[in-house]
């Protein structure tokens, strides 16, 4: 079973940047994704690793997020630069096998770490 924590959420101005961290403990091959939740809002994937493809980002993380892993201490980070108060938003690192040997944003994701919030004020 794959565990995962995520840190490093904070109130910031807007403009500002924040990296956040997902400690994972197994899951060696899985497909690793972050995701938010704003509020009154649907969850929604922004962008993800996958062992055999690399990185995808949905529309609205291009430009601005950038998630990169550290394999050697089996991190992954999310780096977000030019917040906006619309960025206000619990995030979450997800995780699970790839289906079919491929990782998508649709395809439920089976562990979750319990969020970090983010809270961007204008």
């Known amino acids: 079973q794959v565990q995962l924590e995520e840190s490093g959420g904070d109130s910031v101005q807007a403009g500002g940047s924040l990296r956040l961290t997902c400690e994972i403990s197994?899951?060696?091959?899985?497909?690793l994704a972050w995701f938010r939740q704003r509020p009154g809002k649907e969850r929604e994937g922004l962008c993800l690793?996958?062992?055999?493809?690399?990185?995808s980002y949905e529309e609205i993380a291009k430009g601005r997020f950038t998630i990169s892993k550290d394999k050697e201490k089996n991190r992954l980070f999310l780096d977000m630069k030019n917040l906006k108060p619309e960025d206000t938003a619990m995030y979450y690192c997800?995780?699970?096998?790839?289906?079919?040997?491929?990782?998508?944003?649709?395809?439920?994701?089976?562990?979750w770490g319990p969020g970090t919030q983010v809270t961007v004020s204008s």
């Open positions: 690793y996958a062992p055999d493809d690399g990185w």
């Open positions: 197994g899951g060696k091959g899985d497909c």
């Open positions: 997800a995780a699970r096998t790839p289906w079919y040997g491929h990782c998508f944003f649709n395809v439920a994701y089976t562990s």
